[in-house]
């Protein structure tokens, strides 16, 4: 699976913009996807998952409730919806495959990014205050 993460930019506080992570081969709708982000200086930090047929998302604590994770398989792609932006969601944004098809795990399964096998290029957000 290859993937290819996009729709950043710059926005002001308050704001919302969706990220897109498109994919190509074979297993991808056959796999859960992440999203992860990481802000100059610190460390990659889970911010959603999606399992393969899109029945159960998976959400970071500082996300939940503001960003929604969606998917569609026909269109090889996974979203990222995120609302009511803060400057601290300021990061580079990356999509991820996980490793293992058809799982059905838990926050703290797809939380770790040993559990995915390939990633896309990031997309950067920038949220000013």
């Known amino acids: 699976v290859q993937l290819q993460a996009s729709g950043g930019g710059l926005v002001q506080a308050g704001d919302s913009l969706t990220l897109s992570c498109a994919a190509s081969?074979?297993?991808?709708?056959?796999?859960?996807v992440g999203w992860f982000r990481q802000a100059p200086g610190k460390a990659r930090e889970f911010v959603a998952a999606i399992t393969w047929d899109g029945s159960r998302q998976y959400y970071g604590a500082s996300v939940d409730g503001l960003f929604t994770i969606s998917r569609d398989n026909a269109k090889r792609s996974v979203y990222l919806q995120m609302n009511s932006l803060k400057p601290e969601d300021t990061a580079d944004y990356y999509c991820?495959?996980?490793?293992?098809?058809?799982?059905?795990?838990?926050?703290?399964?797809?939380?770790?990014?040993?559990?995915?096998?390939?990633w896309g290029q990031g997309t950067q957000v920038t949220v000013s205050s």
């Open positions: 081969g074979r297993t991808f709708s056959n796999v859960a």
């Open positions: 991820a495959a996980d490793r293992t098809l058809y799982t059905s795990g838990s926050t703290v399964y797809y939380a770790e990014s040993a559990n995915y096998a390939h």
